[in-house]
């Protein structure tokens, strides 16, 4: 069965700080992958999403960054945070882009900068 | 342009009392529809989806959504609320951009079950 870790759980971070987010898949070979950041309200925003090894794209310009060095490995990054980076930050998969496959989410980060 | 709206970001139900989460979509494609759950502090789980086929959808925990193409509708329904199905709900549509397919999520409603 597939399994999609995310750390870390929490993370309170100061203004200026770097972030890196981490995101694995077990159990599947070539996943898509996908960043969304969540805010009260606002429902699930669409950060990044990747189709393969070191293929990025970015949906909102922003103070992040995605990277993808290995198949199942998917890394959130920031050099310097912003007050405005706080949220609930969801990592994803699926099994390929057709729009009738569904997305399993990992648990979450919920990202306090202060 | 493609888009989900989800009506109420807040709903109250009794525990026993029909459960109605609104969505509606507009989509120049035909679309595909889904209905995630989120209990707190933890990611959205998937309760059900309309790709093709019977518009009747059935989910999990005794969740339903019916697909009504003339409504733009994908509404959520459950006969009778439990407790544990207090939890935001998100709705989804499948979006088409060239060639890769996006989806997109609604701003969520969250449904309190009243005991």
């Known amino acids: 069965s597939q399994t999609i870790h995310q750390w870390p759980a929490t993370l309170v971070q100061p203004v200026g700080s770097p972030l890196s987010l981490e995101c694995t898949v077990e159990?599947?070979?070539?996943?898509?992958l996908y960043w969304y950041r969540q805010a009260a309200g606002r429902g699930l925003q669409l950060l990044f999403y990747?189709?393969?090894?070191?293929?990025i794209s970015s949906e909102v310009p922003q103070n992040l960054s995605a990277s993808r060095p290995q198949d199942r490995q998917f890394i959130l990054s920031s050099k310097k945070l912003l007050l405005s980076d706080s949220g609930f930050y969801l990592c994803?998969?699926?099994?390929?882009?057709?729009?009738?496959?569904?997305?399993?989410f990992g648990q979450g980060t919920r990202l306090t900068v202060v | 342009a493609q888009s989900v709206t989800q009506l109420g970001s807040h709903v109250s139900v009794s525990e026993g009392a029909l459960v109605l989460l609104r969505c509606n979509y507009s989509?120049?494609?035909?679309?595909?529809l889904f209905w995630y759950v989120q209990y707190p502090n933890q990611g959205l789980q998937l309760l059900l989806k309309?790709?093709?086929?019977?518009?009747l959808v059935k989910g999990i925990n005794g969740f339903e959504a019916e697909f009504k193409k003339s409504e733009t509708s994908f509404h959520l329904t459950k006969p009778s609320a439990h407790m544990s199905d207090a939890a935001e709900y998100f709705c989804?549509?499948?979006?088409?951009?060239?060639?890769?397919?996006?989806?997109?999520f609604g701003t969520g409603t969250k449904l309190q079950v009243i005991p």
């Open positions: 994803a998969w699926r099994r390929d882009d057709r729009g009738n496959t569904e997305a399993f």
């Open positions: 159990g599947t070979s070539n996943p898509n």
């Open positions: 990747s189709v393969g090894i070191g293929q």
């Open positions: 989509s120049s494609v035909p679309p595909y």
């Open positions: 309309y790709t093709t086929g019977a518009t």
């Open positions: 989804a549509v499948r979006l088409a951009s060239g060639g890769y397919q996006k989806v997109t």
